[in-house]
């Protein structure tokens, strides 16, 4: 196997991790800057026995996605801003229905088509709250091309373990970055599959209460015969709308998340396990390249500054921002957006009284560490 | 106003697509849009409506606009929707009175906003009967976003999506028929048209769908140099050699009768249109003569079914 680095781009180490992962049917439709997954796809996933489909839009992408991977298959889409907005109907139904699935969003700008089709990192509450209904939602957010791969990787393990739909919330700056990169081999990324019923077919019921609140998946085709739905429903699979049932129902779906947390939110810190902090820059996505950077500068100037990455976004990092955010005498949160949707998490967390700075920008160009030490150097 | 075409006198009137927009060099939309839109009567005004497209990002550049008339870009999906709301908005205050004049409203989409996405939208416009005319400027994919397949696509065709190598040979599937989906909506008039020759068929077919009461539908072949792959100074050639292969016929369909308004002096061989192409070149490899053995045997087919239909 060629173990030499290859310059290889976010959205094209998508593709390879998504095919890593075990992925093989992708139903897309193009929109710039998330293309070449497709492209990708179109290409690669044949060669392996899988299949690509190109949709009418992005409705019908995540409508075919959701019906491949109830057939057992691992399945995917990726998009970008307004093709984000309209599958969001769908990804609801994959929450209700348990549906292992992953979505690609690479954030680009808005409202609507807005600065098409600049970076941007402002669809995180889209992400969170983008459907109707109240539901729990898993969503990694990468800085490199490495991270696009190991993140894609993470993303499928988690929707096949945890019978969900995970967004991997990837943005152009990311997904259009060119870096070396060594595609790890084979088993060397550990390789999650959803678990299969074992019991007698005649009694498989698909959302059948049990301990770590995932039940068995099994396949349509397969002598397993069963209901899935898009309204509320019973264990057996079958509609059900007794206030008892929907109770619950939808604490499942939350609480079936907050209970494995600790296996899904993941952080990266850098410089930052001293027992005291004069700056925490709290970074996700391509941003987390940019905190690093104004982080170094400032360790230069005997300024006590480190990162704590979000690879996990949703559900989001309390514990951790609590941890390193309350040694902190400043915390500074750079975010592609203008109403900082990333700054009020951290700001519910660590309560009024903490000194958070912003570091906002939205206007297509990428946050630069001299905006990140413009706004830290006001604040001392 | 005469209905009889003069080329001279059309050209005259002040373009209401302007020049200076940054279509590509060799690209059919320019024509196909300045075209329809100096089908409207000087005095008239018109909304023009437009999908996320080639034509969007390339008319309607910051600082600039390359249209003389009102323009709302709404999204991908949903021209017709928008159209369908101003149009209707208009009329129900002109029937009120409060409102003067003769306005016309025209949407533009290319065949991914048109075939795909756009289709339930276009479809819903056309059966609630705006008075508007919808047109699709076809250039058979997703040029915008790089050149990906879209319902449009011809078989065997090479997209981004539909690349050429082990595991495939082109597009797998035969264009979707949109003009024949129109057709069924049972609209006053829907018709295939292309920018040839002195653009009479283009101008005829424009002028007789933006003053004929009611929804109008026009389907518009427009080559496209970087995803065909052609020279782009041959675009005349190019879209001529898809009229006279009999690829793209040239008929109108009014209140349900159908007529053919071109007929080849010769019908050319399907390979003339194919073989400027790049998009197409893999057809013409050693062992790949059945491809081009369909593609003419899906026109022929095709083409004399359309005889019968328009009685020729």
């Keep these: 196997m060629d173990r030499t ?8 180490a998508i593709a390879a991790a998504a095919i890593y992962a075990g992925a093989r049917f992708f139903a897309g439709y193009p929109i710039t800057p998330s293309s070449e997954i497709a492209e990708e796809c179109s290409k690669k996933l044949p060669k392996v026995g899988g299949m690509y489909m190109q949709m009418e839009d992005e409705i019908a992408s995540v409508g075919a996605m959701v019906g491949a991977a109830l057939t057992g298959s691992k399945a995917f889409t990726a998009t970008s801003g307004p093709g984000f907005s309209l599958m969001q109907e769908n990804i609801g139904m994959a929450t209700i229905g348990e549906v292992p699935c992953v979505i690609i969003n690479v954030q680009r700008s808005g409202p609507s088509t807005g600065l098409a089709t600049k970076p941007s ?3 995180l509450m889209q992400i969170k709250w983008g459907r109707h209904g ?3 939602i898993i969503a990694l957010a990468p800085a490199s091309v490495a991270e696009c791969f190991a993140l894609t990787v993470k993303a499928f393990n988690l929707a096949e373990k945890f019978r969900t739909p995970v967004i991997l919330a990837a943005d152009e700056i990311v997904a259009h970055m060119r870096e070396n990169f060594i595609e790890p081999l084979p088993g060397e990324l550990e390789v999650i599959d959803r678990k299969k019923p074992s019991g007698p077919p005649a009694q498989y019921r698909p959302f059948e209460p049990s301990e770590d609140m995932v039940s068995p998946l099994a396949a349509y085709g397969s002598e397993y015969v069963f209901h899935i739905t898009s309204s509320m429903c019973g264990p057996e699979g079958y509609s059900n709308n007794d206030p008892a049932n929907a109770t619950w129902k939808i604490k499942q779906l939350h609480e079936k998340i907050a209970m494995h947390r600790d296996e899904i939110v993941e952080t990266k810190t850098f410089d930052a396990d001293e027992a005291q902090l004069d700056i925490l820059l709290i970074a996700f996505g391509g941003t987390t390249r940019v905190a690093r950077a104004a982080a170094l500068k400032l360790r230069q100037e005997g300024v006590k500054a480190g990162v704590l990455q979000l690879v996990t976004v949703w559900p989001f990092a309390d514990l951790e921002v609590l941890k390193y955010g309350s040694k902190a005498k400043t915390v500074v949160i750079p975010e ?7 700054a009020d998490e951290v700001k519910r967390v660590l309560g009024p009284a903490a000194d958070i700075r912003r570091v906002n920008k939205y206007n297509g160009e990428v946050i630069t560490p001299q905006d990140i030490l413009q706004v830290v150097k006001q604040s001392n | 106003m005469s209905t009889v075409y003069n080329l001279k006198r059309e050209v005259e009137k002040p373009a209401r697509l302007t020049g200076g927009h940054r279509l590509c060099a060799g690209c059919g939309a320019g024509i196909v849009v300045s075209g329809v839109l100096r089908a409207l009567d000087k005095e008239d005004r018109a909304v023009v409506v437009n999908a996320t497209s080639c034509l969007e990002v390339s008319t309607f550049i910051y600082p600039y606009t390359a249209y003389m008339d009102s323009y709302i870009h709404s999204a991908f999906e949903n021209s017709a929707a928008t159209c369908s709301g101003v149009e209707a908005a208009y009329n129900a205050l002109k029937r009120r009175g409060k409102v003067e004049g003769t306005v016309k409203f025209i949407t533009f989409a290319g065949d991914g906003g048109t075939y795909d996405i756009g289709l339930q939208s276009l479809s ?3 059966e609630r009967g705006h008075d508007m005319v919808y047109v699709c400027y076809d250039n058979e994919a997703y040029m915008n976003t790089g050149i990906q397949r879209s319902s449009s696509t011809s078989r065997f065709a090479r997209t981004t999506t539909t690349p050429i190598g082990s595991a495939g040979q082109g597009k797998k599937q035969n264009k979707k028929d949109l003009t024949e989906i129109l057709v069924a909506h049972h609209i006053p008039y829907v018709a295939q048209t292309a ?12 002028y007789k769908a933006i003053y004929t009461e009611g929804p109008c539908f026009l389907n518009i072949l427009s080559p496209c140099p970087r995803g065909w792959d052609y020279p782009m100074a041959q675009l005349a050639e190019i879209t001529k050699l898809a009229v006279d292969t009999c690829v793209w016929p040239l008929f109108e369909v009014e209140e349900g009768v159908w007529r053919m308004t071109y007929t080849p002096k010769k019908k050319l061989p399907v390979e003339d249109f194919l073989r400027p192409q790049g998009r197409f070149r893999h057809m013409f490899k050693p062992g790949n003569e059945w491809m081009i053995a369909e593609a003419q045997a899906y026109v022929d087919q095709k083409w004399e079914s359309l005889l019968e239909r328009t009685g020729v």
């Design chain 1, 5 to 12: 680095p290859r310059l290889v781009q976010g959205n094209q």
């Design chain 1, 121 to 123: 990192q402002s669809d």
């Design chain 1, 134 to 136: 109240d539901q729990a």
């Design chain 1, 336 to 342: 592609m957006n203008y109403s900082g949707q990333i």
């Design chain 2, 124 to 126: 819903g416009a056309m």
């Design chain 2, 195 to 206: 920018p040839i020759g002195n653009f009479k068929d283009l101008h005829t077919k424009s």
